[in-house]
């Protein structure tokens, strides 16, 4: 697999920005796939401010998130809802009736994954996605495991994901369970932009890019991918 090295998160923010930025010039109806975490939060910025110079408008996107937490309300503040409207969404210019995520709270979490599948595909399919890693080499909410996941399902939290991400819950405990895109799903994207950043991916990032393609890491499978573009900094990419 290649990959690019950068010096800085705010370097690679850019440089997968811009990505973001040319999908939607040219093709102003794309349907976008975005992902949670500290590590998206520089390209974000980039596409706010893009917009806010008025070089781009996000009026005509439909937007995916890859995942969301469940058992707790959609507008809690530790949503990823939240979460993306906070960081991206009240920023820019896409409509709210264009947003869509999966439905933590769903009573019944295959016609869940259903529906989403349903609402991707009558999007035309997920053009560009947005994809960061876990510590542990999960990509979404797909945890290491016995088999490659096909479309969205519902998932019990690894404790190294609920130690990872307890930072973001103050007021509550943090979920045990999350509602997720499969990895079938998540490889059905036309074009992935993947990011790592900091020495605690390193791990991760070396087993995705050297290691064989296997579900105990499941961010491998992007070697089957045919577009994926990788930017790393050179801590994530110590090990390589
Ligand atoms: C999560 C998300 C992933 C994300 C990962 C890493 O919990 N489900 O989509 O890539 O954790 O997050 P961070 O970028 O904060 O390290």
Do not use: W
Not at 67 to 72: P, Q, V
Not at 155 to 177: G, Q, W
Not at 183 to 207: N, P, Q
């Amino acid at each position: 697999m290649q990959y690019v090295i950068y010096e800085s998160a705010k370097e690679i923010g850019d440089a997968a920005g811009k990505i973001f930025v040319n999908v939607v010039k040219q093709k102003s109806d794309a349907a976008i796939g975005f992902a949670t975490g500290a590590t998206p939060l520089p390209t974000y910025s980039y596409m706010i401010s893009e917009y806010e110079k008025g070089n781009v408008s996000f009026k005509g996107i439909t937007t995916f998130n890859l995942d969301e937490y469940c058992d707790i309300p959609k507008d809690h503040k530790s949503s990823f809802y939240a979460f993306m409207v906070d960081n991206l969404f009240s920023k820019i210019d896409v409509k709210p009736e264009n947003i869509n995520f999966l439905d933590g709270n769903a009573s019944n979490s295959e016609a869940e994954s259903r529906r989403y599948a349903d609402a991707i595909s009558k999007a035309g399919g997920i053009d560009i996605q947005f994809l960061g890693i876990g510590r542990n080499g999960h990509i979404g909410f797909n945890e290491p495991a016995e088999a490659f996941t096909d479309e969205s399902f519902k998932v019990k939290l690894t404790d190294s994901t609920i130690e990872a991400n307890s930072v973001y819950f103050s007021d509550i405990a943090m979920p045990r369970y999350a509602i997720t895109m499969g990895i079938g799903s998540i490889m059905k994207a036309r074009k992935i932009v993947f990011v790592a950043t900091g020495e605690s991916k390193a791990e991760a990032v070396r087993d995705m890019i050297k290691g064989e393609v296997t579900p105990k890491c499941p961010a491998s499978v992007l070697q089957r991918h045919g577009d994926v573009t990788i930017f790393l900094d050179k801590a994530a990419a110590s090990l390589l």
